[in-house]
């Protein structure tokens, strides 16, 4: 029996909807819509780092703004610390605000050019009463501390920061109100490599400091496997494999899994392949396939995943995946699955 | 890095060039010196502002306005940097072909992608109307384009990134090329799809025997597909060597430092080997050795003088003043 | 290179330099608001003593600007008419400024049903020629410079709510924005303390175009006979009385002419300078 979830997603689903054309009308037709996220289930358990992994379009970013309330949920609910989050009084939803904070992926956009390091700060701190008033700038001095910025740089403005050092601030800003899960949406994927290790050797370090929970959303699978305990892999809106981190790394138990994996470049150079991961491309998310989401490019689908769509279930421990072959990548098969 | 060559390939010798600026003079690319041989891929890799993408116009001569360029550019016996403009027209998209990494910017959004294939045929060959309709097709094939036939009437729009890189290389492909420069070609593209295209490069290279002068950032993406690569750090190269050496026994401590960064199997939830600071501003580098601030090797002489890129083994070549420590230190990590 | 110790420095700050514009309008617009509070320093003559000795003198070096139909001096009514001019500039446009900015914030914050109302009352509006409008609205009231701050005001806070309005709606889909709602801040201060500063630029500097084109519309309505009453000095009225002389002095009514171009370059310059200081650095 595991502890209770800290956050809890429970069959969620979000749709942004075209605006309605005159065809539509004419037809009758809903309009267009994507299908950001598709009955998706996700726990996040207290002091782990949940890794979300997906390419382009998956729908991680949209379930990130999810988690923290700037998207509602089309259908299903969002539990934390076992309440509905969309039911939240207006106390509770500031509380709630506080305590599942979100840094954001663009250095330049995230900030605002307005307002000096110093006052996106103590703004945190007043609004929240994290301190009293004559406290605020020690506070400054330890948050910049912190996130390893000079004290200096309190009086600066986002111009006058790089990349790397505004994602510091952006952390800074989010710890300012110690918050106890951090939403970390593509933290590092705008920044170069030697920069992209400071800041997760930063996240880190506070992770264990501040006992954090994070969820860390990233298309980077290295980075995800570096960080995260356990692992959502995601596609066009669903998550098709959740596990362990070293379980799903080892043997990957769906096809877009593996796929995925096997495609990210390995850093070795003799592990060199010839042979491309994943054919085809991701379908039009207006029209979705029937059935299994990933039957347009799986080199496994037969009948039923054409027609019927698998949900998550056991793998091992802790170990689920959507795919209608039990047995996929299963590192020592029992029976081969009785069809 | 220059190995001995008979005849045909890239020989680049001293390449820089310069930008002045209204804040002052940039030299973005320092005296580069490579070599890509027949059918060789080169990695050149290096983070934002290195000089890479620069460089690669620069070979070409497709810098614009205020960079100066300088230096030998020798293709295949002739000298580009000597040649006249419509000469080395004649060479651009032809035996030297390009690819960028936003192929939506690159690519003509109001014609269809057959008219701008055929239009790199009608340039480069003297294939007549018939036949460029038939080889447009076939480069499509060739690059992997589903249903070639109906695409080829399409839109730049109507493709999704993947397949706009694809018809990229088709048009680069047009002229049968000898050398392909690719500038960040994947970066765009989601990571089962940058395989699909790398994969599709390889094979190109082996069935043409095209080399590829390959700019990127990312390092898996040198280890899945050069033979050799040059790491750059503020305009100049640091380090040089086969794929598997320089990935093997890193001399160079920035090279070192990037490999580091990236994260490990096996090492999960540990403190990555970072590069504090971040990269220096053309205009004011830094004295001596450009990475001595960000270095935890650097003496007095790192900050006074300026490591030359020098060979140490064969095929081999770094600019540090103490790459057998940096050597050794990493056999020991 | 650590595992990530070391504090990074910061470059040095830079300071920018004022714009060129900046020094072009605090000359004009100064000299203009001196003239508009103490115009009796400026001004040679009394600028409503009729003096039938000079009547429709040409420019000379006692009357530089000439002298009217009753003799009366024409720089010194000239300057006499910045009082009326630039209370024009600021009354017909501060208040829409200040209203149309708050609306729309509102409006480009809020966004649907709100913005899809406004765009009934921009509709309605921009149906109409601006001086047109006015003018119905005037006539409606009844001549005169009171009548005249309603209808401009009435009518001209829209186009600053559209611009505020368009700039707002950028402003809140970036992601700071969205920081700012995942803190928990209220309405209010996201709207007003964060997007409004990264928002209102436009809105400043096309005040300060409207101030220019403020004080052509109240010379048009003075020319008309709806705005400044006779014998007031002000620019529109100096320019119709001229207007039966015009072959025969032209002094009349070109001075006031130039003085209305030189004030509006004064804020178009503003504007430009304005502009400037506001940019925003990213």
């Keep these: 029996m595991r502890e209770m979830p800290l956050i809890s997603v429970e069959g969620v689903s979000k749709r942004f909807r075209f605006p309605r054309t005159a065809s539509d009308i004419l037809t009758g037709r809903p309009p267009a819509a994507v299908h950001a996220l598709n009955n998706v289930d996700l726990e996040v358990y207290r002091g782990e780092t949940l890794g979300i992994v997906g390419e382009s379009g998956c729908g991680k970013s949209t379930l990130a703004r999810c988690l923290v309330r700037l998207l509602e949920p089309d259908e299903g609910l969002v539990r934390f610390d076992g309440k509905d989050i969309s039911l939240l009084r207006p106390g509770e939803r500031r509380a709630f605000n ?64 790089s990349g790397g050092q505004r994602q510091r601030i952006g952390i800074a800003r989010a710890l300012a109100v110690e918050p106890d899960v951090l939403v970390a949406d593509e933290l590092v994927s ?102 299994c989401l990933f039957n347009t490019r799986c080199p496994f689908a037969f009948e039923r995943c054409f027609a019927e769509r698998p949900a998550l279930s056991a793998r091992g421990p802790a170990h689920f995946a959507a795919c209608h072959l039990p047995d996929f990548g299963n590192p020592a098969p029992e029976t081969i699955a009785a069809q | 890095m220059t190995v001995p060559m008979p005849g045909g390939g890239l020989k ?66 002739r000298d580009l940097m000597a040649m006249s403009e419509a000469d080395l027209r004649k060479v651009r998209g032809a035996e030297i072909a390009m690819i960028f990494q936003e192929p939506m910017t690159a690519l003509n959004p109001v014609l269809p992608v057959r008219l701008q294939i055929e239009e790199n045929l009608s340039a480069h060959t003297t294939l007549d109307r018939r036949a460029r309709r038939q080889r447009a097709l076939e ?129 999960e939830r540990s403190m990555l080997l970072s590069i504090e600071g971040a990269p220096p501003g053309l205009i004011d580098l830094p004295e001596g050795c450009a990475f001595h601030p960000r270095c935890a090797f650097a003496t007095d002489r790192c900050r006074a003088e300026r490591p030359p890129l020098e060979r140490f083994a064969a095929g081999r070549e770094v600019a540090c003043f103490h790459h057998r420590t940096v050597a050794a230190m990493a056999e020991a990590a | 290179m650590s595992t990530g110790t070391v504090q990074i420095a910061l470059p040095a700050k830079r300071r920018r330099a004022l714009p060129g514009t900046l020094v072009g309008a605090i000359i004009v617009l100064g000299a203009s608001l001196a003239m508009a509070f103490f115009p009796g320093l400026f001004a040679p003559y009394d600028p409503t003593a009729f003096d039938y000795n000079a009547i429709m003198q040409a420019p000379s070096a006692a009357h530089p600007f000439g002298t009217d139909n009753f003799g009366r001096d024409m720089l010194s009514r000239v300057i006499h008419a910045y009082r009326i001019d630039m209370q024009i500039a600021v009354f017909a446009t501060t208040a829409p400024f200040v209203f149309g900015t708050i609306v729309g914030a509102l409006v480009g914050y809020v966004g649907g049903w709100a913005e899809a109302l406004f765009g009934r009352v921009v509709d309605a509006v921009i149906t109409f020629p601006f001086l047109v409008l006015v003018i119905a609205i005037v006539s409606v009231l009844g001549p005169g410079l009171g009548n005249m701050y309603i209808a401009v005001g009435v009518i001209g806070w829209v186009f600053y709510a559209r611009l505020v309005a368009a700039e707002i709606k950028i402003q809140r889909r970036l992601d700071y924005a969205d920081a700012a709602r995942g803190m928990g801040y209220g309405h209010t201060r996201i709207i007003f303390r964060h997007l409004l500063p990264n928002a209102i630029t436009p809105a400043v500097v096309y005040w300060m175009t409207d101030m220019a084109l403020a004080i052509l519309l109240g010379s048009s309505l003075g020319y008309l006979g709806l705005g400044a009453q006779p014998p007031a000095a002000e620019w529109g009225v100096l320019i119709a009385d001229g207007k039966n002389f015009m072959t025969t002095a032209w002094w009349v009514s070109v001075f006031p002419g130039i003085a209305i171009v030189i004030t509006g370059l004064g804020f178009s310059l503003a504007g430009d300078a304005l502009a400037d200081l506001l940019r925003v650095n990213r």
């Design chain 2, 139 to 267: 480069l499509m094939n060739i690059v992997g384009i589903p249903a070639a036939e109906r695409r080829l009437d399409e839109y730049p729009h109507q493709f999704s990134g993947g397949m706009r890189q694809r018809v990229m290389i088709a048009i680069a492909l047009a002229s049968s090329p000898k050398l392909l420069l690719a500038d960040e070609p994947t970066t765009a593209l989601d990571v089962t799809i940058q395989d699909q295209i790398l994969k599709l490069i390889l094979d190109l290279r082996d069935r043409f025997g095209m080399s590829v002068l390959f700019v990127t950032h990312d390092l898996g993406v040198v280890a899945a597909t050069c033979d050799r690569m040059a790491v750059m750090y503020a305009g100049r190269i640091v380090e040089t060597g086969t794929v598997a050496q320089v990935f093997a026994e890193p001399h160079h401590p920035y090279t070192r430092g990037l490999l580091g960064s990236v994260p490990r199997i096996g090492a």
């Design chain 1, 98 to 161: 506080r305590r599942v904070q979100m840094i954001f992926q663009d250095p330049y956009s995230s900030l605002n050019p307005r307002m000096s390091v110093r006052q996106v700060l103590s703004e945190a701190l007043s609004v929240h009463a994290m301190r009293p008033k004559a406290d605020i700038p020690t506070r400054i001095t330890e948050l910049l501390g912190l996130v390893r910025l000079p004290a200096d740089a309190a009086d600066r403005y986002p111009h006058e920061f």
């Design chain 2, 12 to 77: 680049v010798r001293g390449l820089t060039t310069t930008f002045v600026t209204p804040r002052g003079r940039a030299t973005v690319v320092d005296g580069i010196s490579l070599d890509v041989a027949p059918g060789e891929i080169v990695g050149l890799v290096g983070e934002s502002g290195s000089g890479k993408s620069i460089t690669l116009r620069s070979i070409v001569r497709l810098v614009r306005e205020p960079g100066k360029v300088s230096g030998q550019v020798e293709w295949q016996g």
């Design chain 1, 190 to 291: 705008a920044l170069d490599v030697s920069v992209q290790a400071q800041v997760i050797n930063l996240l880190l370090d506070l992770q264990e400091r501040l006992k954090l929970t994070v969820v860390f959303v990233a298309h980077d699978l290295r980075l995800v496997r570096h960080i995260s305990h356990r692992v959502a892999v995601m596609y066009l809106g669903k998550v098709v494999e959740i596990s362990p981190t070293e379980a799903l790394f080892a043997a990957p138990r769906h096809p877009y899994s593996k796929a995925l994996l096997d495609a990210a470049p390995e850093l070795d150079p003799s592990r060199r392949t010839r042979v491309a991961a994943a054919r085809g491309e991701l379908p039009n998310p207006l029209d979705l396939p029937a059935g």
